[in-house]
């Protein structure tokens, strides 16, 4: 059947939520503190109550995974979810793609996270360190956007590699149906480079609302049985013999991932609050 964690999640903040102020001006309907999980050998965990923009997903975690942080990428590419956020020259600050991939030193030198958890995951698998930041306290306000999906961290268990994602701010209507699927993708795509199979997406939720703009497409939403089942991933491997896994990542591309046995409801649209 579909992810109805996710829409569970939904009905408790249209139901139960406080009403509370918030940066945007538009106002929520919020909770705090609630946690789902998918088991990713059951299906791929893309959201069939209404559908998901899967192309979008793809090349944004590809452009994460490349350490960019210029929109012009994506827009070359029909993606325009990080346009509202860009400065006249494409620029977001030293968003999420940065943080991952460079992270300063405090010497000068770039981090890339990706390439240590990896090595990590290979030569001490039952490390309690296997963390990726995006939340950079330093570098924060010279963000656009601070990260909403802070930190993630890596469990390997009887060769299966386990996600579980920290998220501070979670748009339950517009951004976590993304969410959902950007790390259930990052799961697989980090479990096929380093020879593991998949295991649980986990999503921790600090403010999970919904915008009060968002209440009738939520309630639409909901109104749909959730009787469709989930679609399978099939996961292209790119990497080349020579390749290091953490390099094999950005090679990754729209060719690479096919979703199928997608047939979810239509699309619901709904304003974005910036």
């Not at 503190?33 to 998901?52: A, E, H, N, W």
């Not at 992270?103 to 990896?118: A, T």
């Not at 491997?237 to 979810?264: C, F, M, R």
Request: glycine residues 8%; negative net charge; aromatic residues 10%.
């Amino acid at each position: 059947m579909g992810a109805t964690q996710y829409e569970d999640l939904l009905r408790d903040v249209l139901e139960n939520g406080v009403e509370r102020t918030d940066r945007t001006g538009t106002g929520t309907k919020s909770l705090f503190g609630r946690m789902i999980r998918f088991d990713l050998s059951k299906g791929f965990p893309l959201i069939t109550s209404k559908k998901v923009y899967m192309r979008a997903v793809i090349l944004e975690l590809i452009w994460f995974l490349m350490g960019s942080t210029n929109v012009r990428w994506l827009q070359e590419r029909g993606v325009n979810i990080w346009n509202e956020w860009a400065d006249e020259n494409g620029e977001l600050g030293p968003v999420y793609g940065a943080q991952w991939r460079k992270w300063p030193g405090p010497n000068g030198e770039e981090i890339d996270q990706i390439m240590k958890v990896m090595k990590s995951i290979l030569h001490t698998p039952d490390s309690r360190r296997l963390v990726v930041s995006a939340w950079n306290v330093a570098e924060v306000d010279g963000m656009a956007l601070p990260p909403c999906h802070a930190m993630f961290q890596f469990y390997v268990e009887d060769g299966k590699l386990s996600c579980m994602l920290t998220q501070r701010s979670a748009d339950i209507f517009l951004g976590v149906p993304f969410n959902i699927a950007s790390y259930a993708l990052l799961t697989f795509m980090f479990a096929q480079q380093l020879g593991l199979e998949v295991g649980e997406l986990v999503m921790s939720f600090g403010d999970v609302h919904l915008y009060l703009n968002h209440i009738d497409q939520a309630e639409l939403q909901l109104s749909r049985p959730s009787d469709r089942p989930l679609p399978t991933l099939e996961l292209i491997n790119p990497a080349e013999e020579s390749d290091q896994p953490w390099d094999a990542l950005e090679k990754y591309t729209l060719d690479h991932v096919k979703i199928i046995g997608y047939d979810p409801y239509d699309a619901i649209k709904a304003p974005i609050s910036v």
